[in-house]
């Protein structure tokens, strides 16, 4: 079974810092994506990034990218010019191709500091 | 994007009564859809996947008789706890997504607090 694990439960970072949430993950299949999804206060969930398993290039949406290292089965995800929008759980997640199962890590709950 | 549409929102209930939660995907067919449950401060927790006019798949540890999952439609997913306690006091989000594609769509959630 995959597991997927954070490590950090909380981290603050000042605004217009650079911050940098840790991921981790376990898996023996090839067929899988990444995926890093914020939880504001309101509880909707909002997609920030997906990474293709079988793409070695990393992803990147505007302030937002990740650090995928495949062999380590690592994730992590950094925001850039860190905004108090940016304040909210964030939880990395596994997909996986051959039971089309979202898996969620325990998230970490980011404070942006003014 | 997709947009998932969940009612209600809010929902208070009585211990012993049944509570229907509702999942739409409202401009694709979802032909799967997750049900997760979460805790205040934790994560998602996969409960079911249910794919249209198939029987729900639960995950080790959900009771199927307590919650149950009905997907008729490829636009409509309910999630039923029946007899519903106060340890079933939590907050439930459906997904959904079309085809074998990886990207999924997110109701809003619904708290649950039986009384």
């Known amino acids: 079974a995959q597991t997927v694990t954070q490590s950090q439960p909380e981290m603050s970072v000042q605004e217009a810092e650079t911050v940098t949430l840790s991921c981790t993950y376990d898996?023996?299949?090839?067929?899988?994506?990444l995926f890093w999804y914020k939880q504001p206060p309101s509880r909707q969930m909002i997609l920030v990034i997906r990474?293709?398993?079988?793409?070695?290039q990393n992803a990147t949406e505007n302030r937002f990218s990740v650090n995928f290292q495949k062999a380590a089965k690592s994730f992590s995800l950094k925001i850039s010019d860190s905004q108090l929008g940016d304040t909210a759980m964030y939880f990395c997640?596994?997909?996986?191709?051959?039971?089309?199962?979202?898996?969620f890590g325990q998230g970490t709950t980011l404070q942006v500091k003014p | 994007g997709a947009v998932v549409s969940q009612h209600p929102s809010r929902v208070i209930c009585k211990s012993g009564t049944s509570v229907k939660i509702e999942c739409r995907s409202l401009?694709?067919?979802?032909?799967?859809m997750f049900w997760y449950r979460q805790f205040p401060k934790q994560s998602l927790m996969l409960m079911a996947t249910?794919?249209?006019?198939?029987?729900?798949?639960?995950e080790q540890g959900v009771e199927k008789d307590k919650f149950l999952i009905n997907h008729a439609s490829l636009t409509l997913s309910t999630l039923t706890v029946t007899s519903a306690h106060p340890e079933d006091s939590s907050f439930y989000i459906c997904?959904?997504?079309?085809?074998?594609?990886?990207?999924?769509?997110f109701g809003s959630g619904t708290q649950l607090s039986v009384l």
């Open positions: 997904s959904a997504r079309w085809a074998t594609n990886e990207k999924l769509f």
């Open positions: 898996t023996s299949e090839n067929n899988y994506y």
């Open positions: 990474q293709e398993a079988y793409k070695q």
């Open positions: 997640a596994f997909y996986s191709g051959n039971t089309g199962k979202l898996i």
């Open positions: 401009d694709f067919q979802a032909t799967t």
């Open positions: 249910s794919n249209e006019g198939s029987k729900a798949t639960y």
